[in-house]
T-cell receptor, first 113, second 114 residues
Framework: EDQVTQSPEALRLQEGESSSLNCSYT??????LFWYRQDPGKGPEFLFT???AGEEKEKERLKATLTKKESFLHITAPKPEDSATYLC??????????????FGKGTLLTVNP | NAGVMQNPRHLVRRRGQEARLRCSPM?????VYWYRQLPEEGLKFMVY????????ESGMPKERFSAEFPKEGPSILRIQQVVRGDSAAYFC????????????FGSGTRLTVV
């Protein structure tokens, strides 16, 4: 069974204090790994797709990287508006279900001014 | 482009009543997915639909739950005879193709069963 584990569950940073969120995954064959951002009372907002080990994607203060077993979401010099829950999800290569996202429980990031 | 529209945003039902959740996908998106988010749990896949077809309902409880995506109108997730354990946030997502994984999610319907 596909599994996604995110750590830490919660992270509190001061504005400007860089850090990383972790997403470990177990999947028979990885078709893709996805990062989403979710604000309170809202649906997930798509951030990045990573397909192969060594791949990196960047968007403003966020940078996502991928290895064969985990992904990191690096946050450089965060601002209070980066506060949100960050979700990681995977899609397997297995035939017949390669459209199902398996999500982790998320990391709640709080950035204090 | 209005994005994925879900309504109602909040729904309160008494035990035993029916809940109907609606999802209008983004314009041009013919693939719709429903996910459920229970308190302290991650988002869980429920069902995948295309126009007039249920492609995969393996994540949906076999009893009391049903989904449809008619030729005209929104996708509907229907829960009959709701129980307290059905209380959750239900999210709908859409995509133009099944392999386009940057799904656009709606803001969800928060169902509370009292």
């Amino acid at each position: 069974e596909d599994q996604v584990t995110q750590s830490p569950e919660a992270l509190r940073l001061q504005e400007g204090e860089s850090s990383s969120l972790n997403c470990s995954y177990t999947v028979s064959g990885l078709r893709g790994l996805f990062w989403y951002r979710q604000d309170p009372g809202k649906g997930p907002e798509f951030l990045f797709t990573l397909y192969s080990a060594g791949e990196e994607k960047e968007k403003e203060r966020l940078k996502a990287t991928l290895t064969k077993k985990e992904s990191f979401l690096h946050i450089t010099a965060p601002k209070p508006e980066d506060s949100a829950t960050y979700l990681c999800a995977v899609v397997p290569y297995s035939g017949g279900s390669n459209y199902k996202l398996t999500f982790g429980k998320g990391t709640l990031l709080t950035v204090n001014p | 482009n209005a994005g994925v529209m879900q309504n109602p945003r909040h729904l309160v039902r008494r035990r035993g009543q029916e809940a109907r959740l609606r999802c209008s996908p983004m314009k041009g998106h013919s693939h719709v997915y429903w996910y459920r988010q229970l308190p302290e749990e991650g988002l869980k896949f429920m069902v995948y639909l295309q126009k007039e077809n249920i492609i995969d309902e393996s994540g949906m409880p076999k009893e009391r739950f049903s989904a449809e995506f008619p030729k005209e109108g929104p996708s509907i997730l229907r829960i009959q005879q709701v129980v307290r354990g059905d209380s959750a946030a239900y999210f709908c997502a859409s995509s133009p193709r099944w392999e386009d994984y940057g799904y656009t999610f709606g803001s969800g319907t928060r169902l509370t069963v009292v």
